[in-house]
């Protein structure tokens, strides 16, 4: 069930609904665990063998692995429980959050008025959402981050908030914020005299992975941009819930409107694979721009095809086929350091990390990575399943 959604912006499932959120963790938790480890199966043992009798080769790449895969029955039965668990995560929780609408609306204006925390709230009427985010209800989420049901609206936020709690199982922590938190104590403990004042965040829908950012250096002031009204009025009124003061902005991180040189920190988690090429691009110039010499850029991602062997790219890619995420492997097959570079950071100021989950392994894990990086990623990386690691890259300015 939502159980994972805390503060005062939670809502209230009735038993039935609840039962039922419980059943789609429970039903994705097989698909993704129990049902992905027979589809690997059936690829080592059935699928990959057949290729390299006929081919005298093994495949070279993901989209060898997917054509190679696309026919088998195990493969298709995997294609359709996943496809429809995710669906069904959404219907899950939406009767919950329609029931909650007035109440979340009015909720929401009360806490972004409330004094418990000093952050602020900016939408524009005029604002023209990218096609990108208006022209589909990216990975199968009804309304997509963008709709809004009437003035100061807040549900998309809600059903994003909710959604991901039954949808992530447990593995982004008890406030949706593993992300976040693993990453931000990552960079406080690798960079000890790094003490940004001035952190954004891109592509934060409600903020969730944006608050650690400000608890972790309490005496920075927090910015987050996105193109979504209802995802920045809802993640306002849920960092304000939880006393954090974070400036939410409706801007697109392609061309913001802050000043030159104004930021030390650019944070960005599980954004830019939800960007088309194009933008990616604008994006990073547009870090560049915002970056005083000596800020970091960090962008937390999917590992690149590039440092992932042929299965573990299509597995990842499989969203990109199925998921109704059409910029998710054109994002994967582009090399990080290559794009940092195109945008203006020099080639030896670029950073990747792997680091392990805060709240699957502890603080301590984490502090410790800081000297243990490899730069291997591996099926453990960006993945939910058990020993699950987060991947980022970066660049110095
Ligand atoms: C997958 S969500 C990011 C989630 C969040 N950062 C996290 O840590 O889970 C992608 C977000 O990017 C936003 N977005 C897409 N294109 C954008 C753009 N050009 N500028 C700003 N936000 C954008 C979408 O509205 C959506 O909220």
Redesign the pocket.
């Known amino acids: 069930m939502t159980k994972y959604v805390h503060h005062e912006m939670k809502v209230a499932p009735t038993p039935e609904e609840a039962a039922r959120q419980t059943f789609m963790s429970s039903m994705r938790m097989y698909v993704l665990l129990d049902m992905a480890n027979g589809m690997r199966t059936v690829y080592d043992t059935e699928v990959a063998p057949k290729f390299e009798r006929k081919n005298k080769r093994a495949p070279r790449d993901g989209t060898e692995v997917h054509r190679a895969l696309k026919k088998d029955t195990f493969f298709k039965f995997y294609s359709s429980m996943r496809c429809n668990a995710q669906e069904m995560v959404f219907r899950s929780i939406l009767p919950t959050v329609e029931r909650s609408q007035d109440a979340l609306n009015k909720k929401a204006k009360v806490l972004s008025r409330s004094k418990k925390a000093a952050g602020t709230i900016e939408t524009d009427p005029s604002f023209v959402v990218?096609r990108?985010?208006a022209a589909i209800d990216v990975h199968r989420m009804p309304g997509n981050?963008?709709t809004e049901y009437g003035p100061d609206d807040v549900t998309q936020g809600a059903v994003y908030d909710n959604g991901?709690s039954v949808f992530s199982m447990g593995f982004f922590g008890d406030n949706l914020d593993d992300?976040?938190s693993s990453i931000s104590l990552f960079i406080k403990n690798k960079y000890p005299k790094f003490a940004p004042k001035r952190i954004l965040?891109?592509?934060?829908?409600i903020g969730?992975?944006t608050v650690p950012w400000a608890k972790i250096y309490p005496k920075s002031e927090v910015h987050a941009?996105?193109?979504?009204a209802p995802?920045v009025r809802y993640g306002h009124a849920r960092a304000q819930s939880d006393g954090v003061a974070v400036h939410f902005h409706q801007?697109?991180?392609?061309h913001t409107n802050f000043e030159d040189g104004s930021f030390d920190l650019i944070f960005?988690?599980?954004?830019l694979h939800?960007?088309p090429k194009k933008?990616i691009k604008k994006?990073f110039k547009e870090a560049h721009r915002l970056l005083k010499p000596g800020g970091l850029m960090l962008h937390?991602e999917l590992p690149p095809n590039k440092m992932l062997g042929a299965y573990d790219s299509f597995y990842l890619d499989w969203d990109s086929y199925y998921n109704k995420e059409p910029f998710y492997k054109p994002f994967r097959d582009l090399d990080p350091e290559v794009v940092s570079e195109n945008a203006g950071f020099a080639k030896n100021k670029f950073v990747q990390f792997i680091i392990p989950s805060v709240g699957q392994y502890g603080e301590k894990a984490v502090k410790d990575s800081v000297k243990k990086q490899t730069g291997k990623a591996d099926d453990q990386t960006g993945r939910f399943a058990a020993g699950i690691h987060w991947y980022c890259f970066g660049a110095w300015k």
Do not use: K, R
Request: some cysteine.
């Open positions: 990218p990108s985010v981050y963008d991901i992300i976040g965040d891109m592509g934060c829908t969730h992975n941009v996105d193109v979504s995802a801007q697109n991180a392609e960005s988690s599980m954004f939800e960007v933008g994006i937390m």
